[in-house]
């Protein structure tokens, strides 16, 4: 019979260790089921794994040695801590800083129905209505929709000084009772040396034995501001609490042997999201594309191990996919498909860690939004004779025209506005004719600078502006430029374009103020300057002395 390949084992502490985490160490580790002592099998080519030593006698009876047996032990850790802290209940934690007032918020994430659950979609608006929430601890009051199944999390605002989180969901009719969403759910409240890791933009709580990889953001919670002066490192204020913000790095190696419990273990595997591309790619949050199109994803292990990841679904279901080795450190591709309504969340898991995906189907342009930016006046004002309309980068939709005929009179004025320290791109597009004459680009200008860029190019030919605010969204301009024939012409230049008819005119015409400006035909004359024929007149009256003299 060959031996059964046990991925795990337990430390004579107890604690339980994955093969590709264990040392080679013969009599040490002991079986999880029968607690006889198992040996790491580390080869050259071959998957690892742990083998009851031969010998034992007592090894026989263990329910491992069996097919059967270890596919049960597998399967258990084939349940994300996303869906085991789902299952007992547990509200999950998050902190999401506003970067630009150096303010957090507190969020507790809870899961939404799910389409599966109903034979009848049109059930779902029955059961949204039937709600009862009772809260503590919690913000403000819960819209039901919140947990509606094409939604990819419910988010709720917590209150920082709280001292314990409740949210006790209910419903009117029985019939409800047995959806995963009805019950108590809590969350313990925020303490001293809480860690939160995850990205620069969104966190999430994290137990005692987080392992932490380089690049993720870490946010720990103190009483005080961090005094000490590290480059990188920022206090953050989230309610009575004082949050001390850095990157896992070289440079801050320590801080994160300070404050997690554990050694800093950076020998991680990364899950990173390669397309959609605006997906952050490392993102915990949910990743918003087109219904039914793929994402790309790429799972990278450490350097020096060449482990098997499988891909799980969460909750646990039908999806279980092994990824192809493909080598030490070598990155793994696969290509999820985003649900056609709602969310699909995976869960790409090697031993008892897992990474969870949330694949949701977009609405509309709610995947730009971020929850700080309720609190952030950004965008740009448009002022049209005294009128003002503002625009969000993240919620307007297609081009805003602008005249720039009544930029330069003063009746449009563009005002920037948001946070100082913001940093915007601006890429103008210009005509042939222009001066600059296509693209040009602008890095990072202060919104000041913006400001002056955009009248100064909106006023000299360009056709097409783009503010990029960061990752936030753009603002498009198109811009309307007058024809040609629409700008006043200097009298030299009309003199000049007299000298060059085949004819000098003996009158000035309508026709010849025509030629002069280079009208079209059926053109209304309307659309030359006013004041064209009296220029062309004087301009002939000039010639003609000329001539003379
Ligand atoms: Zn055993």
Redesign the pocket.
């Given at each position: 019979m060959s031996e059964a390949r046990?991925p795990y084992a337990l430390d004579p502490q107890g604690r339980r260790v994955d093969i590709y985490r264990a040392e080679h160490k013969l009599n040490y580790y002991t079986?999880?089921?029968?607690?006889?002592f198992?040996d790491p099998r580390q080869g050259e080519v071959n998957i690892w794994y742990f083998a009851?030593v031969k010998l034992d006698p007592t090894?026989e009876e263990?329910?491992?040695?069996t097919k059967e047996g270890l596919e049960n032990l597998l399967q258990r850790f084939r349940i994300s801590p996303v869906e085991e802290s789902e299952l007992k209940k547990q509200i999950r934690l998050v902190i999401s800083p506003n970067p630009y007032i150096k303010t957090a918020k507190l969020y507790g994430i809870l899961p939404v129905l799910r389409w599966e659950n109903f034979a009848d979609p049109t059930e779902v608006n029955d059961v949204l209505n039937s709600l009862i929430f009772h809260g503590i601890g919690i913000k403000s009051s819960l819209p039901a929709r919140i947990f509606h199944p094409s939604e990819p999390e419910a988010k709720v605002e917590l209150d920082p000084n709280a001292d314990k989180y409740e949210l006790t969901i209910s419903t009117k009719y029985s019939k409800y009772e047995s959806l995963d969403l009805i019950g108590n759910w809590k969350a313990k409240h925020i303490s001293v040396n809480d860690v939160f890791s995850g990205e620069s933009n969104r966190a999430e709580r994290r137990g005692i034995n987080t392992r932490v990889r380089t690049g993720d953001t870490l946010f720990i919670v103190l009483e005080e501001d961090f005094l000490m002066e590290i480059e990188g490192c920022e206090n953050i204020v989230l309610g009575p609490w004082k949050i001390l913000k850095f990157e896992v790095d070289d440079n801050h190696r320590e801080l994160v042997n300070r404050f997690i419990g554990i050694n800093a273990d950076t020998d991680n595997f990364y899950v990173d999201i390669i397309l959609p591309p605006p997906a952050t790619p490392n993102s915990e949050s949910p990743i918003s594309g087109k219904p039914e199109s793929e994402a790309l994803i790429a799972v990278t292990p450490p350097q020096q191990k060449d482990p098997e990841f499988e891909i799980v679904s969460v909750p646990l279901g039908e999806e279980n996919k092994i990824l192809d080795r493909k080598g030490n450190g070598v990155p793994r591709i696969f290509c999820p498909r985003f649900p056609s309504e709602g969310s699909r969340r995976l869960s790409v898991h090697w031993g008892n860690e897992h990474r969870v995906i949330n694949l949701h189907a977009e609405n509309r342009m709610k995947s730009l939004y971020k929850p700080w930016m309720g609190d952030v006046e950004l965008g740009l004002e448009l002022i049209t004779d005294g009128k003002i309309t503002k625009f969000n980068p993240w919620s307007v939709e297609g081009a805003i025209l602008i005249e720039s005929e009544k930029v330069i009179e003063n009746r449009i004025n563009l005002n920037l506005i948001g946070p100082e320290e913001l940093k915007i791109d601006v890429k103008g597009t210009f005509s042939e004719e222009s001066e600059y004459r296509g693209i040009v680009h602008k890095w990072d200008t202060t919104l000041e600078e913006a400001e002056s860029i955009l009248d100064s190019w909106i006023k000299e030919d360009c056709n097409h502006i783009m503010l990029d605010y960061d990752s936030l969204g753009r603002i498009e301009l198109d811009i309307q430029q007058p024809k040609p024939w629409q700008k006043k012409l200097s009298d030299r230049e009309i003199e000049r374009r007299l000298k060059n008819l085949d004819e000098i005119p003996k009158k000035a015409r309508w026709s010849v103020v025509r030629e002069v400006y280079g009208v079209p035909w059926g053109t209304s004359r309307d659309e030359v300057p006013d004041g064209a024929k009296k220029q062309v007149r004087r301009a002939l009256m000039k010639l003609r002395r000329g001539n003379e003299g």
């Open positions: 046990i079986c999880i089921a029968c607690g006889s198992l009851h090894s263990c329910p491992l040695r």
